[in-house]
């Protein structure tokens, strides 16, 4: 019983449950409606002033519930496939994965001070300090959602590296020198923006709408499609038809109000798209009246792909998606394992295909970045493009019916609103189970339920 309690020790649990909470709370409070700068600023500058002041223990438990609270949805999908008993598997797993990532990080950063005898505390901070920064970098099994910095996106602060750095260091100097006055060098990664939205949160909004305005004779008049399809029913080939009646109609609606591009979310035909004559000669009679963009599978002949097709004056684009989810779409353990998780856990079904480089395609002169759902969420699609450019404009299809009801649709949008702030690309996102929505300069606009 007494080793026990040298590895669990309820008041490091318990901190390590609070730090979690602090550090997660920005979610749930976006989730509730509830975000405001200035509550998410106090938790997230709360929650890493604990962290970098607690022991080995304590970041275990709080690398532990970190993964819980942001990522317990992923154990959903198992639902769809009857697997209900590998939830709480799934989940345990999640949480010794982070927990592990954690614990790492402060056993390192406090070995590594006494390996080259350095006894000061500051050194042990500071490892701490460049671990939380390098950890957005760490993607266990290819899945990279969790990025320390995300929890300022809608706080005072910047999401920069440099204004995290800024911010783990006034906290740093503050805890080392036992002087709470350190911590107002923060002020110094403040974001301009959000400072502007504690005056009046109404300014900013009606800026960005200005801008997307006063650009209006280049934007084309988007309409952004919800589907509320569940994943039972998408699969469910008896009501395709009805389905795809349900498209068509809001072609024509989307045409009689005289927009130019309708966008459609992920895999809305459920259906290898590119053998289906009959509905692409219908989508290409829609599309001399309107540009349309639409998920769809697509098949070679010899494996599957998740796909987008883009019909613009009269030619047909497919673009395949370039990061497959891990697990979902394609199995990132070694062949062997690979083959029998497969066969064990999905009826032996092949893994998707993925193309290998990032595709953008040109509707009305504008150039778009092609993401299908979780690639969108991903650093590699923001990438500089051949001509030494980074998408100015992103369209995103995706399918939340695997994770829905949960926290994964707020956690996306999250993702997307980082990206849009960090690069400055404006996100034209369409998804079936949960609100479709634009994105620019960090800021949601135009929601769609």
């Known amino acids: ?3 026990i309690r040298q590895y669990f020790n309820t008041l490091e649990i318990t901190r390590g449950f609070l730090v979690a909470l602090l550090g997660s709370a920005f979610i749930y409070l976006n989730y509730w409606g509830l975000s405001h700068p200035l509550i998410t600023t106090f938790t997230a500058l709360l929650s890493l002033y604990l962290l970098l002041r607690s022991n080995t223990k304590t970041w275990f438990f709080t690398g532990a519930f970190t993964g819980l609270f942001w990522f317990w949805w992923i154990s959903l999908s198992l639902i769809h496939y009857e697997m209900v008993w590998a939830v709480p598997i799934e989940i345990f797993v999640i949480m010794l994965s982070y927990g592990v990532i954690f614990w790492s990080i402060a056993y390192v950063s406090k070995k590594l001070p006494k390996f080259f005898t350095l006894h000061s505390s500051l050194f042990t901070l500071i490892l701490k300090a460049f671990g939380l920064l390098g950890l957005s970098y760490i993607h266990p099994f290819g899945f990279d959602w969790l990025k320390p910095e995300l929890i300022f996106v809608e706080s005072y602060l910047g999401i920069e590296k ?4 800024i911010i783990l260091l006034a906290i740093v100097l503050s805890i080392w020198k036992e002087q709470r006055f350190y911590l107002f060098l923060v002020i ?4 301009p923006t959000q400072m502007v939205d504690a005056i009046d949160p109404t300014i900013h909004k009606q800026k960005t709408v200005m801008s997307m305005l006063s650009t209006t004779d280049r934007q084309p008049k988007i309409q952004l499609v919800t589907t509320h399809t569940t994943v039972q029913d998408k699969w469910n ?6 389905q795809f009646q349900d498209i068509f109609k809001h072609i024509d609606q989307a045409i009689k109000e005289q927009k130019s591009l309708i966008i459609f979310p992920e895999s809305v035909f459920p259906i290898f798209l590119n053998r289906s004559q009959e509905l692409i000669d ?4 829609k599309a001399k009246k309107i540009s349309i963009v639409t998920g769809g599978l697509y098949w070679d002949g010899k494996t599957p792909r998740n796909s987008t097709y883009i019909f613009n004056k009269g030619k047909i684009t497919v673009a395949n998606k370039v990061l497959l989810v891990p697990f979902g779409e394609s199995n990132p ?9 497969n066969k064990v856990f999905y009826d032996g079904a092949v893994d998707y295909k993925a193309s290998a480089n990032v ?6 002169g504008i150039t778009y970045r092609n993401a299908i759902c979780f690639e969108a969420t991903s650093e590699k699609l923001y990438e500089k493009d051949k001509d030494n450019k980074r998408p100015k404009q992103m369209i995103v299809l995706s399918n939340n019916g695997w994770f829905t009801p949960s926290i994964e649709p707020t956690l996306q949008k999250l993702l997307l609103q980082y990206y849009s702030k960090k690069y400055g690309t404006t996100i034209y996102h369409s998804v079936n189970m949960s609100e479709s929505y634009t994105i620019q300069n960090g800021n949601v606009l135009n929601i769609k339920r």
């Open 1 to 3: 019983m007494y080793k």
């Open 162 to 165: 440099w204004q995290f750095t």
């Open 333 to 341: 353990l070694p062949d062997f394992l690979s083959d029998w998780v």
């Open 282 to 285: 219908k989508l290409q009679g």
């Open 359 to 364: 595709i953008d395609y040109e509707i009305d």
């Open 237 to 242: 080939k008896t009501l395709h038809h009805k």
């Open 188 to 191: 110094f990664a403040y974001h």
